[in-house]
T-cell receptor
Framework: GDSVTQTEGPVTVSESESLIINCTYS????????LFWYVRYPGEGLQLLLK?????QKGSSRGFEATYNKETTSFHLQKASVQESDSAVYYC????????????FGKGTKLSVKS | GPKVLQIPSHQIIDMGQMVTLNCDPV?????FYWYKQILGQQMEFLVN????????KSKLFKDQFSVERPDGSYFTLKIQPTALEDSAVYFC?????????????FGEGSKLTVL
């Protein structure tokens, strides 16, 4: 079946430092799945951070970027300079099976940003 | 932003009892979902629901599980009878259309503990 593997947390970085959270996927049900990063801020529900539906494209939101690399089956999340407000749990996910209702998630990476 | 509300946030019950988890989706959303996350594992798709019917379900959606949304009120997940392995956090999500863009809106989860 489909699977997503991401950086195991927790990850702690200092404010204004750069960040990368690795994500690799394996999609058996569909050749080119859609890829997503979701985020859960403290006290809130999971919400979509960014998505990319075309291989080779880059998605961005709130200073975060991720590029859909089908050669390495990766979708790493990066930010050049993190802020304390970025502290959250980040989930990489893929949509497959003809319907992205059935999202396959990674285990999540808890990020703590120190001021 | 749009919010999905889940009630209760935490429930403890004895094995064999029935439990109903309630979800108040974003108004005007048409598609509804339940995901299950066992402690330390990734969130996994259970079921999605549209126009009064189950559209897709995973193998995790056992015969003891049922979903409904009577008269456009709460979208509910009922487990009857419960088993120890049902202990998990259950996340409800909704979307305005089929989640081709991955734009699911999640609640904060209902933690179920089966003793």
């Amino acid at each position: 079946g489909d699977s997503v593997t991401q950086t195991e947390g927790p990850v702690t970085v200092s404010e204004s430092e750069s960040l990368i959270i690795n994500c690799t996927y394996s999609a058996t049900s569909i050749a080119y799945p859609n890829l997503f990063w979701y985020v859960r801020y403290p006290g809130e529900g999971l919400q979509l951070l960014l998505k990319v539906i075309t291989a080779g494209q880059k998605g961005s939101s709130r200073g975060f970027e991720a590029t859909y690399n089908k050669e390495t089956t990766s979708f790493h999340l990066q930010k050049a300079s993190v802020q304390e407000s970025d502290s959250a749990v980040y989930y990489c996910a893929l949509g497959s099976g003809g319907s992205n209702a059935k999202l396959t998630f990674g285990k999540g990476t808890k990020l703590s940003v120190k001021s | 932003g749009p919010k999905v509300l889940q009630i209760p946030s935490h429930q403890i019950i004895d094995m064999g009892q029935m439990v109903t988890l309630n979800c108040d989706p974003v108004s005007n959303h048409l598609y509804f979902y339940w995901y299950k996350q066992i402690l330390g594992q990734q969130m996994e798709f259970l079921v999605n629901f549209y126009n009064g019917k189950v559209m897709e379900k995973s193998k995790l959606f056992k015969d003891q599980f049922s979903v409904e949304r009577p008269d456009g009120s709460y979208f509910t997940l009922k487990i009857q009878p419960t088993a120890l392995e049902d202990s998990a956090v259950y996340f409800c999500a909704s979307s305005p259309r089929q989640a081709n863009t991955g734009q699911l809106y999640f609640g904060e989860g209902s933690k179920l503990t089966v003793l």
